[in-house]
């Protein structure tokens, strides 16, 4: 494989993206070799999914696009980022303001930091923000059965 491989998407701050997106990073990462329905892919589906439903829940229209990144460095570190062009960072609410939503970046934290990696917010030049997250890169040699087990 490649010292270094990247990927980008460009889609629609529209509720249909966050599908488009999660489809796009899974199966960008099976052609780099992360077969779907390993926990790992299922990890990232899971991130991909609140990244961009951030992206097209809290930009409240102000970005019309959001862009998603994947990079693979030498087959040790993949990088998965989602830029808006929404001014404002994300803010933790207090816990009576968040009923059923508002907890999508302590989910990403959480799972980020279990498999060792890194979550990242930081302003772009444009006005914009990423948020980014690092994981190690580590194929798996079994796939995850639905259960969530792997397969002898």
């Known amino acids: ?83 808006d062009s929404h001014p404002r960072l994300p803010r933790r609410l207090p816990a009576a303001v968040q009923q059923d939503n508002g907890r999508g970046l302590v989910i990403i934290r959480w799972l980020t930091a279990e498999c060792g990696g890194r979550l990242r917010i930081r302003p772009t030049r444009e006005g914009g923000k990423t948020i980014s997250i690092e994981l190690p890169w580590a194929v798996p040699v079994q796939p995850m059965t639905t259960a969530g087990q792997q397969e002898p």
């Not at 099976?30 to 589906?45: F, I, N």
Request: negative net charge; aromatic residues 6%.
């Open 1 to 83: 494989m490649a010292d270094h491989l990247e990927a980008s998407v460009t889609l629609p701050s529209d509720p249909a993206s966050v599908s488009a997106a999660r489809a796009y990073v899974v199966g960008t990462l099976a052609e780099w070799g992360l077969p779907e329905g390993t926990e790992v892919s299922y990890t990232v589906r899971l991130i991909i999914s609140e990244l961009a439903t951030n992206a097209v829940q809290h930009t409240f229209g102000q970005s019309p696009t959001f862009t998603v990144d994947v990079q693979l460095d030498r087959d040790e570190r993949l990088r998965i980022g989602v830029t």
